[in-house]
């Protein structure tokens, strides 16, 4: 992973640098392994920055980013994040630390528990879908 999301329009070889691009040592302007991204309405660019343990958000043009969520190392604190804790968190605009949604109480196979969440989804009703890896299923949660 080359630590950098460019952005290609049709046609275009070299593509523009859109998040990253610098190294990946934790910096604003650095990404290290950028494995999921989300593009909102006013195009800006969010994306998991999953060695540094954070959600970056890059707004249109911007040379870095702003971390959205996590950020504070790895661990189980809502402020942090670690592949480990088999949770899944809702982040509020602002807020300085989430939210469990789903998640969170150990690893098991039982209806409150995850092993390994890989995948989140949303239904038009809210429902959140998360692909539970260890345990080979998909699970449905409400949400309020």
Same mark, same amino acid.
């Given at each position: 992973m080359?630590?950098?999301?460019?952005?290609?329009?049709?046609?275009?070889?070299?593509?523009?640098?859109?998040a990253g691009g610098n190294g990946n040592d934790g910096g604003l302007n650095q990404l290290n392994v950028s494995e999921y991204l989300f593009v909102d309405r006013d195009h800006s660019v969010y994306v998991s920055d999953w060695n540094n343990h954070r959600v970056m958000k890059w707004v249109e043009d911007a040379k870095e980013g702003i971390v959205v969520a996590g950020g504070q190392g790895t661990g189980s604190a809502l402020t942090q994040f670690r592949h480990s804790n088999n949770r899944a968190m809702r982040w509020t605009q602002g807020a300085k630390q989430g939210t469990v949604i789903a998640g969170g109480n150990g690893t098991g196979a039982g209806a409150k528990h995850?092993?390994?969440?890989? !995948?989140l989804s949303f239904d038009r009703r809210g429902n959140l879908y998360v692909a539970?890896?260890?345990?080979?299923?998909?699970? !449905?949660?409400?949400?309020?």
């Open positions: 080359k630590g950098k999301v460019r952005r290609y329009r049709l046609g275009e070889k070299n593509g523009t640098l859109v995850l092993g390994v969440p890989v !995948r539970d890896q260890d345990n080979d299923r998909i699970q !449905r949660f409400s949400i309020e």
